[in-house]
């Protein structure tokens, strides 16, 4: 079986149970085609760069997924038919990453830059000043 990455986008109206919902909705429909599900992450409401189906914001997740294609091609017709669902992507991969996604350890990294977004001793990421003459 083949190796996929999962992305898709929920509208921003629907609560985080309900997010939780559907991705349970599509892991079953993965397993009840013969594949497995291994990490899920929740990446939360986030704001989308231009808006899609009337959508400022939308829910993200991530799903690893190890399934033939045929079940990847059920999952992804429930998703165009679903009306919570905005968009989806499944990228085939060579193997799943250990740990957080990228976007998990984003979100680290700008926790710990503190409020102003930068670090160290000249408070953001401008360049220092050079004397006037």
């Excluded at 976007?103 to 408070?123: A, I, Q, T």
């Amino acid at each position: 079986m083949a190796l996929y990455e999962h992305i898709f986008m929920a509208r921003q109206d629907v609560s985080s149970q309900q997010v939780d919902t559907l991705v349970d909705h599509f892991k079953n429909v993965l397993e009840g085609e013969g594949g497995t599900v291994g990490k899920i992450e929740n990446w939360g409401l986030k704001t989308l760069p231009y808006r899609v189906k009337k959508n400022r914001k939308a829910h993200y997740a991530l799903m690893n997924i190890e399934a033939p294609s045929a079940a990847i091609s059920e999952m992804e017709r429930q998703m165009r038919i679903h009306e919570d669902v905005l968009r989806y992507m499944t990228v085939k991969v060579e193997e799943h990453e250990d740990g957080p996604s990228a976007m998990l350890r984003k979100s680290d990294r700008d926790e710990r830059r503190g409020p102003r977004g930068g670090g160290g001793d000249r408070g953001g990421d401008r360049p220092p000043r050079r004397p006037r003459d």
